[in-house]
């Protein structure tokens, strides 16, 4: 997905513009003319108390097999579909601001998605994604992705098949 994302960027932007792939172990963020500038696990610590994100990405993964009662460690995906939304959410605002900061204002952003996310998941990343400042948020699942970065016709009347080994 990796690579086929890249190429799938290369094609499509210009200008200011980034990529994600939120991705059941690791969220990665590409900006154009930069690189991959994010490359974290999709993880955030949450106190249990008060629900507040304590911290997201390799800040929470650190915290594996050391945390007390008190702090949940929350993967917002699971099996490739996205289980937690409003975590996925503050996921992906926390890891874009990061990203990005107020280095581009109005970016474009193209954000791979899991098969077979709901309506409502989808809104909720794009929500978090225009809540960063984006004036344009596109999304398309992994498979998709993965077949136009292999250069396979998408659009033609072609059988072929795309397997994410990470969920097998």
Excluded: W
């Excluded at 994302?5 to 210009?14: E, I, K, V």
């Excluded at 792939?21 to 008060?50: M, W």
Aim: charged share 20%.
């Amino acid at each position: 997905i990796y690579m086929a994302g890249l190429n799938l960027r290369r094609t499509l932007f210009g200008g200011s513009d980034i990529a994600i792939d939120l991705g059941t172990a690791n969220t990665l963020i590409y900006v154009k003319g930069i690189g991959v500038v994010v490359d974290e696990p999709t993880i955030l610590a949450i106190n249990k108390g008060d629900g507040s994100i304590l911290a997201v990405g390799n800040e929470a993964k650190k915290l594996i097999g050391r945390v007390p009662d008190s702090i949940e460690l929350v993967k917002p995906l699971r099996d490739g579909v996205i289980s937690e939304i409003e975590m996925a959410e503050e996921l992906v605002k926390t890891l874009l601001s990061r990203a990005i900061g107020r280095a581009y204002s109005k970016p474009r952003i193209v954000i791979c998605v899991p098969y077979g996310v709901t309506s409502v998941e989808l809104r909720s990343i794009e929500t978090a994604a225009h809540a960063t400042g984006a004036s344009e948020v596109f999304t398309i699942e992994e498979p998709m992705a993965a077949s136009i970065g292999a250069g396979l016709q998408v659009f033609e009347p072609v059988g072929n098949m795309v397997i994410d080994l990470s969920l097998i």
